[in-house]
Structure formats: C-alpha cells, structure tokens
C-alpha cells in the first residue's frame, strides 16, 4: 500500500492537518472523511480498508480536532468548511467524495451547500438533524462534570447518552462499543490539550441542516436504534436533499461505526463507486417509516450473519 502523507495546512489563522493514503489508479474521486468531534486524522482504518483500493482517502484533524489548534469561542461550521476546501485546493483535486458521520455531518451538509460543484458525492451517516430541549438538558448535565473535574464522570455520561442501553432492542457489539467510547472520551480529556472545549463545542453544538440540497448525490444512512436523532428524522432530512437515498443499518445505534465499521466501509465505497447498493447484504424496504418524499429511496440494511 502505498504510504500516507501529512500536510499542515492553515485557515484563518488557524493550523490544522491532513492524512492522504494516495491511490495511484483510482476509480472514483477522492474520499474525504469528516468524523465526530473526538474523532481525528488516524480514527478511520476500515475506510483505508475499503475505499483504498478505490481511490485516494484523505482524514482529517480540522481546527479544534486532534492536533489541530483549538477553535475560538462561537465558530461556527462555516470556518471547518473553509478549511475542507482549503484540502480540496492543496490537493488540486476539482471535486471530491464527502464523507461526514455524527459532529461531522454538519460540516460536510455545509461544504455541499457552499460547493455543491466541487462535491461528487456525499454520504452522511448519523446526522443530528433533530434534538430535543430534553436532549440538550441531559447532555448539559454531562458537561457539567468537566466543570467539577470529574472526567471519568463525563465520559460514562456521555457515552450513555449516545448510545442505545435498550435491552428489547439489539444493538452488535454493544458493550464493547461502550466501553471503547468511554475509554475514548476519558483518554482524549486527559491527554489532548483541547478535548474538553471540543467535547463542549460537539455536545452545545446547533447544527443547521435546513435549506435543503440540489445536484448532489447523496446518501443518508442511520443505525437502526440511532437515540440521538431517530431514523424518521433522519430520513426526513434526507428528503431535503433531491434525489438522495437513504439506508438503515440493522443492530447499530448513533455508534454504528463502531459497532458495524465494516459494513458502513462497504456502504460508503459501493455509493462512491456508483455499484448497486441493493447487492450489498441483505437490503430489506422499512415499512415502518413514513413515506419518503419523491426520489428518496429507503432500504433496511441487515447485518450479516457473524458479521
């Protein structure tokens, strides 16, 4: 495999970096990959796995992210998409595939608003697209634990509040998955210089996923028990955006990409590669939801046996 390059790059004054994992031969543009807010430039090896063979993947650490400098009080996603174009351009690359999961997703809905010219495709996966008051309350008592020093406090807060503990509804690997994102949360607090005002921008965050979308190929997936944003939300958000598609993912809450990386990989290189993705495992209609508005498919992904 070819070997990865780092750039630093800046944007209003502000130093960020890239990951590219080059493909010589691609069959599709460029991947760019925006995750959540502890989420940075080394988090994505199943995207390696599966796009690499396709085409170029590039990760980020942007402003406020890993070992990006930290975002001043009320930025809002305006300056991170900035800093995507900036990628765009440093890359030379005239249109790219976006990729944007959870805190991620705002950004990237915000590049394909600003750009849509320059964006090839677009994929988000659990968008954020409707929280409650309740929500934020709940999330505001998590934060509150920074403020009383108590790290270890707010990472089982937060990760709780993320994930589905349901029992009558399965979740793939879901004790494992928590534990992880725990572990994450507490790790990051303790060793990155700005997690914490990251885990507070994340989790105050209002994102704006209205005005809709045209020109764009998108997709729009959810886990299955997504307690976040419910997928009827999130396939309402879908129907925002003109001939979209959007898709369930079986046993999977918010953290799907935990719980299921492999088939999100899979899913994301299939729509990027333009191959059907009724060919992927066990694709079944939700009935469940409403109907979608015209020119949105909905599909039920379920998870393989053993996978």
Do not use: K
Not at 76 to 94: F, I, N, P, W
Not at 146 to 170: I, K, Q, S, V, W
Not at 179 to 185: D, E, T
């Amino acid at each position: 495999m070819t070997d990865e390059i780092i750039r630093t790059l800046t944007v209003d004054g502000l130093r960020y970096r890239y990951r590219v994992l080059p493909q010589p031969a691609p069959r599709t543009e460029p991947v760019v990959v925006l995750g959540g807010a502890l989420q940075g430039i080394h988090g994505w090896p199943q995207m390696d796995e599966h796009l690499g063979p396709h085409t170029s993947v590039i990760t980020l650490d942007l402003p406020g992210m890993g070992g990006a400098d930290p975002l001043p009080p009320g930025t809002g996603d305006g300056l991170l998409s900035a800093a995507v174009t900036g990628v765009m351009d440093d890359l030379g690359a005239e249109r790219v595939n976006l990729f944007g999961f959870s805190y991620g997703t705002s950004v990237a809905f915000a590049c394909a608003r600003r750009d849509p010219g320059r964006i090839a495709r677009l994929v988000l996966g659990g968008v954020p697209s409707h929280i409650s008051e309740a929500q934020r309350d709940g999330w505001a008592l998590a934060v509150g634990r920074l403020d009383a020093g108590d790290a270890e406090g707010l990472a089982a807060l937060t990760a709780e509040a993320l994930m589905c503990l349901d029992p009558e509804r399965p979740v793939h690997r879901r004790e494992l998955a928590l534990r992880y994102v725990r572990r994450s949360f507490a790790h990051a607090l303790s060793h990155s210089p700005h997690a914490e005002r990251s885990l507070r921008r994340s989790l105050e965050h209002r994102p704006d996923f209205s005005g809709g979308l045209t020109g764009v190929p998108a997709l729009v997936f959810a886990g299955e028990h997504d307690t976040v944003t419910s997928p009827h939300h999130q396939r309402a958000f879908a129907a925002t955006i003109e001939g979209s598609r959007f898709l369930t993912i079986g046993e999977s809450d918010h953290w799907v990409v935990l719980e299921r990386p492999d088939d999100v990989a899979d899913l994301v290189a299939r729509f990027v590669t333009d191959r059907p993705l009724e060919s992927a495992p066990a694709l079944l209609p939700l009935a469940a939801l409403p109907s979608p508005r015209r020119g949105v498919a909905d599909r039920h992904a379920v998870p393989r046996a053993g996978g």
